[in-house]
T-cell receptor, first 112, second 114 residues
Framework: QQQVKQSPQSLIVQKGGISIINCAYE??????FPWYQQFPGKGPALLIA?????SEKKEGRFTISFNKSAKQFSLHIMDSQPGDSATYFC???????????FGGGTRVLVKP | DTAVSQTPKYLVTQMGNDKSIKCEQNLGHDTMYWYKQDSKKFLKIMFS???????INETVPNRFSPKSPDKAHLNLHINSLELGDSAVYFC?????????????FGQGTRLTVV
């Protein structure tokens, strides 16, 4: 049973476009929702994270939108660049610093 | 200066062998983890240690035995390796006392069992 579902599995976007990745969770005890970026041959690295007391968080070109009632959250990558080509994982945990439950990942390819 | 370092980066071994992966973190974190990433890129928690004590064991076969000699180190020993153990294993660390709780991951160990 997958507690965090992520879609789409892959995404192709033109340079300058917007990439949108969606996640849904089931466990209402989750209260920390990070997004991780992973390049080939590297470990995941934290991109941005949100807690359920806010509905949106923006850091540079990356924005998380959070809908607590729907138990959904999404990552928007604005002005996508070829260097953004990577696999993105949403995750959830019961508190910051606790074990992470990951979504299945989205492979993003930004075409120049 | 690498925050979370694991060795080796690549490991190719035959079925039935025993192997170990080592992990060290220099972030002063109190919690360390092992995650497994399968061929479909799915990441799943295996173990979690807090202050050298095992706190999570996620239905992992007994052939996998983690060991934490101190707060900065978490090793993974695997007995009687099977083909299905082929995956990338990531060590990670975090602080349960910190404000952000960010988990830092190592670069991974790609284990191939032949």
């Amino acid at each position: 049973q997958q507690q965090v579902k992520q879609s789409p599995q892959s995404l192709i976007v033109q340079k300058g476009g917007i990439s949108i990745i969606n996640c849904a969770y089931e466990n209402t005890a989750f209260d920390y929702f990070p997004w991780y970026q992973q390049f080939p041959g590297k470990g995941p690295a934290l991109l941005i994270a949100i807690r359920p007391d806010v509905s949106e968080k923006k850091e540079g070109r990356f924005t998380i939108s959070f809908n607590k009632s729907a138990k959904q959250f999404s990552l928007h990558i604005m002005d996508s660049q070829p260097g953004d080509s990577a696999t993105y994982f949403c995750a959830a945990s019961k508190a910051a610093g606790n074990k992470l439950t990951f979504g299945g990942g989205t492979r993003v390819l930004v075409k120049p | 200066d690498t925050a979370v370092s694991q060795t080796p980066k690549y490991l190719v071994t035959q079925m039935g062998n025993d192997k170990s992966i080592k992990c060290e973190q220099n972030l002063g974190h109190d919690t360390m983890y092992w995650y497994k990433q399968d061929s479909k890129k799915f990441l799943k928690i295996m173990f979690s240690y807090n202050n050298k004590e095992l706190i999570i064991n996620e239905t992992v076969p007994n052939r996998f035995s983690p060991k934490s000699p101190d707060k900065a180190h978490l090793n993974l020993h695997i007995n009687s390796l099977e083909l299905g153990d082929s995956a990338v294993y990531f060590c990670a660390s975090s602080s349960q006392r910190g404000q952000t709780g960010e988990a830092f991951f190592g670069q991974g160990t790609r284990l191939t069992v032949v």
